[in-house]
């Protein structure tokens, strides 16, 4: 029961300062830090953090500051980590869509040859000759053996490619909350707060 309660929400904490912002980062990308690719070991930490990812389960970053001065960090990092899996999502949509145009058209040729070999082959010969009721049976067996694997692609291979694009979506829409260990002033912790 605990483990399904863990498995509902999935937090991704992520320290923000000056020494661990860059290390997010490609260290070759020049551009400013809200437009940097992600750097392929910060990609690999979020992708560890949600392995036991399940379909109604909510993700969210809790970033960690220990300055006031890091908070200037906040924005740009999350606007990068959400621009980042917007066009991860927007790859994984388009290879969808073309795993279904090639499905469907898969589907639609195999069902052209079933037709041709049950409508027009059985006409050509004589019903009275045995090889008509071998030839029968065989195209029997060749139609369905044609049609198989596009029914099973489209059946059963959507999953995949739609939970993968629930997770990029909500690897983007995930919520922000800010958890500040003390502040410069005071020294003291100050409670939680939450951004969308």
Not at 48 to 62: D, G, Q
Not at 131 to 150: C, E, K, M, R, T
Request: proline share 4%.
């Amino acid at each position: 029961m605990k483990n399904q309660l863990l498995l509902k929400r999935i937090t991704i904490y992520l320290t923000v300062d000056e020494q661990t912002i860059n290390s997010y980062f490609n260290t070759h990308d020049p551009a400013p830090i809200y437009k940097r690719q992600l750097s392929h070991r910060f990609e690999q930490y979020i992708q560890s953090c949600i392995v036991a990812i399940k379909r109604y389960s909510t993700i969210r970053y809790r970033l960690v500051c220990t300055k006031e001065s890091d908070k200037e960090y906040i924005e740009p990092l999350m606007h990068a980590i959400r621009r980042h899996f917007s066009i991860q999502k927007a790859i994984k949509e388009e290879e969808f869509y073309k795993f279904k145009r090639r499905a469907f058209k898969s589907l639609f040729i195999s069902l052209g040859i079933v037709m041709f070999c049950q409508g027009v082959i059985p006409m050509l010969l004589n019903e009275n000759h045995r090889v008509h009721s071998a030839l029968s049976n065989a195209l029997d067996v060749f139609s369905w053996v044609i049609l198989w694997q596009p029914i099973d692609k489209l059946v059963f291979s959507w999953n995949p490619h739609l939970k993968e694009i629930s997770i990029f979506d909500r690897l983007m829409n995930a919520e922000m909350v800010l958890m500040e260990t003390e502040t410069e002033t005071t020294g003291v912790a100050e409670p939680d707060r939450k951004y969308a």
